[in-house]
Every structure is written in C-alpha cells, then in structure tokens.
C-alpha cells in the first residue's frame, strides 16, 4: 500500500529545500512556561490564539465507498504527530543479511516488561527486509534517531533491493558489542534497546477484502543501551538536550524536539479543592 503514496509533495525538492532558511544550530533544547501558567479547573482552553476555533468539523468514513485506503494513511500520518521513530537493526538467521530501516508506527506500550510495538505496511507473506529478518531470527535493535545523523537515519529509507547493505548507504556504524541478540546496535544512537520478538499480528483489509494489509509486531527489551552523559547517576532518565530526538510529522517532515514545558499532575483533594469545589464546576453542555 505504502508504495502507491507519492509522499514527496515537491517536484523538485532541493530547490525547494535551498529556498529555505539554514538549520538553526542554536536551538537547543530548553523548557519555557506553559501558555498560560495561571489556568484554573474547569477553564477549558487557554488564550492561545485560534483563528480556526469556531469553525465546523468534518467526519470522515474511513471505509467511504470510492476513498482510497492510501487516502487514510496519509491522513493518519498527517494528525497523528509528531510520531516517535525506531531505527531497527536487523539480520537474518543466518547473519547472511543484515537491514537497517526507520519506522513511525512505533511506541513503547509498557514497561514490565519492556514490550514496544512497530507497524509494517504489508502483509508477512510480502515482507519486506526488516520484517523479514525480525520473524526469521526472532530479534531486532531499535534506535532512537537524533539531530546529529538524520540524514543518514532517513537515507537508511531507500527502496534498495533485498540484501542491500544500508549500514553502506548510510555511513552509520555498526556495533556488534550487544550482549542478548545478534544484531547490531548503532553506534551513532544515543539510546538503544536489543529486544526479542513476543508475538505478532497481520490485519485483514477492509477496502480489500480477503488480503492482509499490515503486521503489528511486538517485542520484549531485554537491554537498554544509553551513552553515558545522557544518563542520570539513577540510570532512570535520558537527557532530552542530550538525545536531541527526531519525530515524524506527515509526508516527508521531520520534527525536531527543541522545547519543552513541564505540568505536575494535580491533585484532587490539595489542588482542586476536594468533592465540595469539584461541585462547584459548571457543568459543560454541548
């Protein structure tokens, strides 16, 4: 499906991209206030300019006969944002071949175990490198992309043959020093997790009916690399000025993480003012 979708809105992008200002090194990460640090219970929306706000909303079937299915990826990719990305690394069985790709259907679901999922866009009969050599040899290393090897991370993408050697396209290099899989971690990668394969899923077609459409894919972490001045004296916290990670926005942008604003969970009883100012709300109405 992935295939069909032109992603590239440009005809030609670097002329394109040369129209733009130049990467702006000096945007480190930093914390700012929240918009309005003064919000009180019950408020709704801040006074964050919206000149949209009153408008109207469109409800879309996804299944509407004649909306092509690449019309929802594109969408989804598009709202869905910004989405963190794995970089996975992974060989087959047999260490014949190796892959490197980058995937933004990807997130940690929880933590006890470790378990994160990653998204393909084919079925296992059509796998592709990654996914592949994940349900061949049973194990991946994932890697979060920073600032300092995007262009790499992203040539990594590039639609090579299988058994192409993207560790080559991209000039990353490979370290082989993981201790509970076969794969190699990249050592550009500020943090990494060597993980095995827990199970996986493929999902049946809607606008097709009768073929699979993508696999769900879920792995176990069973070591965590971080490089050591990223890493609290607790080994608990990753730097996010250090990490410098990249999300993925819809088509072909890129987000960096540049800012970033902090908000204590509140409480109930000390912050709220217990049943009796919770009472005391107005009730909200359609």
Known sequence: MADSINRNPHPDFKKVEASRPGWEAEQGFHYTKTADPNWKFG?????????????????????????????????????????????????????AVTNLAPFSYF??????????????????????????????????VINIISETYIE????????????????????????YSCETVKCARVKEAVFSVEAKLESFREWDSRSKPGRKSGTTVFVEGTRFWVRED?????????????????????????????????????????????????????????
Not at 164 to 175: K, Y
């Open 230 to 286: 990223a890493l609290n004296e607790d080994k608990n916290i990753v730097d996010p000025a250090i990490l410098r990670p990249m999300g993925r926005l819809g088509g072909i942008t890129y987000s960096r993480t540049t800012q970033g604003l902090e908000l204590t969970r509140p409480k109930f009883k000390e912050e709220l003012g217990g049943l009796e100012a919770y009472e005391k709300l107005p009730e909200r109405k359609a």
């Open 43 to 95: 408020q709704g929306r801040n006074d964050l300019p919206d000149a949209g706000a009153g408008r109207p909303h469109v409800a879309i079937d996804p299944h509407a006969e004649g909306r092509p299915a690449p019309f929802n990826y594109k969408l989804l990719i598009s709202a869905i944002t910004p989405r963190p990305i794995a970089f996975v690394s992974t060989r087959s069985a047999d260490g």
């Open 152 to 175: 790499a991370a992203n040539s990594a993408s590039i639609d090579a043959p299988f058994g192409a050697d993207e560790w080559r396209v991209s000039g990353l290099t490979p370290d």
């Open 107 to 140: 997130n940690v679901v929880t933590h006890d175990p470790p378990t994160f999922m990653i998204g393909f866009s084919s079925a296992v009969a059509e796998a592709k490198d990654t996914l592949k050599n994940l349900l061949d040899s049973k194990e991946c």
